[in-house]
């Protein structure tokens, strides 16, 4: 499994451009290898109404700040600033396509590490709850399930997660599915995309 993925991010080790004028972000997927599988690192953002993601599961990252060299320099900030965790010190694998949120005018930039050794990630004033999902759970698509999101006055159908009922959705979903693609793609061996962006319709009949 990690082999595949690796595969598949082996031609991906900069961010995607972007044409858009919105503001960027990065955000850090963490895996670890353990009892034979792979597992992803997830918080459980802080109740905040300042932040569009309150109470949301999610992964570690935000805004680029001014003092940010780059977007690697974003996710490191804020892997540090969240879980206690220098990404300086994890292999880094890739970047994945830029996904645009429905909920805040940014671009965002996911970037995915390994760790290469026992790490217990801290929690933070942003990040209430660390929780690590197994890849074999989100590879299973008898675990893809649907909710009901209310948008523009509509309620419109949004693929979703649910592990240790804990509620997984929106561009965390996505981004999600994205690490699906590519470790399936990577185990049948066959060509994956690295162009553009994740769309805002997201994948299948879900939208996120």
Not at 8 to 16: D, V, Y
Not at 101 to 108: F, H, R, S, T, Y
Not at 128 to 133: A, N, R
């Amino acid at each position: 499994m990690l082999e595949a993925l690796r595969r598949s991010l082996a031609g991906q080790r900069e961010p995607f451009c972007s044409d858009s004028k919105k503001p960027r972000g990065a955000v850090a997927v963490l895996f670890k290898v353990e009892a034979d599988d792979l597992w992803l690192l997830m918080i459980k953002r802080s109740e905040n109404p300042r932040d569009p993601w309150s109470g949301q599961m999610a992964f570690p990252g935000g805004h680029a700040d001014p003092q940010d060299q780059d977007l690697f320099d974003t996710a490191a900030r804020e892997a540090l600033e969240e879980v206690g965790i220098n990404l300086h010190n994890l292999e880094f694998l890739g970047c994945l396509r830029n996904v645009e949120p429905k909920n805040a005018p940014m671009v965002v930039t996911p970037f995915l590490f390994l760790l290469l050794r026992e790490i217990h990630p801290a929690t933070s004033r942003e990040a209430k709850e660390t929780l690590w999902v197994p890849m074999s759970f989100l590879l299973n698509s008898k675990n893809v399930s649907s909710i009901k999101v209310p948008i523009d006055r509509k309620e419109v159908s949004m693929g979703c997660y649910v592990y240790l009922d804990h509620l997984i959705w929106g561009m965390s979903f996505r981004i999600i599915r994205e690490i699906v693609s590519k470790i399936t793609r990577g185990l049948q061996g066959k060509r994956f995309d690295t162009r553009g962006s994740l769309p805002e319709s997201g994948y299948s009949l879900f939208t996120a």
